[in-house]
């Protein structure tokens, strides 16, 4: 069993910018793929990012895509989610998650953590 702490959320102005932890259990947190989704008010759960276990190649939702990092720290079992140059359609609720290798769905989430944007 892995579990994920998510911090960091928080209100931020429009334009501005916060950083998501995550971190893991996991003493394998290495081999895992991370990932982080956001949840809206009324909204499905939508991907925003991921970071393949060997640290290279993220991925991003278009609708972050040049606002937003993931990167990962093995060393601290941690991933982050660095968001740049914030929007209000960003506020949600942000998951982390982990998906153990050869697996096709993410088999670990967080509790997740609220990012309110104001204008």
């Known amino acids: 069993q892995v579990r994920l702490v998510e911090s960091g959320g928080g209100l931020v102005q429009a334009g501005g910018s916060l950083r998501l932890s995550c971190v893991a259990s996991a003493v394998t947190f290495s081999t895992f793929n991370m990932g982080w989704f956001r949840q809206a008010p009324g909204k499905e759960r939508e991907f925003v990012a991921n970071m393949w276990w060997t640290g290279i190649s993220p991925e991003y939702a278009d609708s972050v895509k040049g606002r937003f990092s993931i990167f990962r720290d093995n060393a601290k079992n941690t991933v982050y989610l660095q968001m740049n140059n914030v929007k209000l359609e960003d506020t949600a609720v942000y998951y982390c998650?982990?998906?153990?290798?050869?697996?096709?769905?993410?088999?670990?989430w967080g509790q997740g953590t609220q990012v309110t944007v104001s204008s």
């Open positions: 998650a982990a998906q153990s290798l050869g697996r096709r769905t993410y088999d670990y």
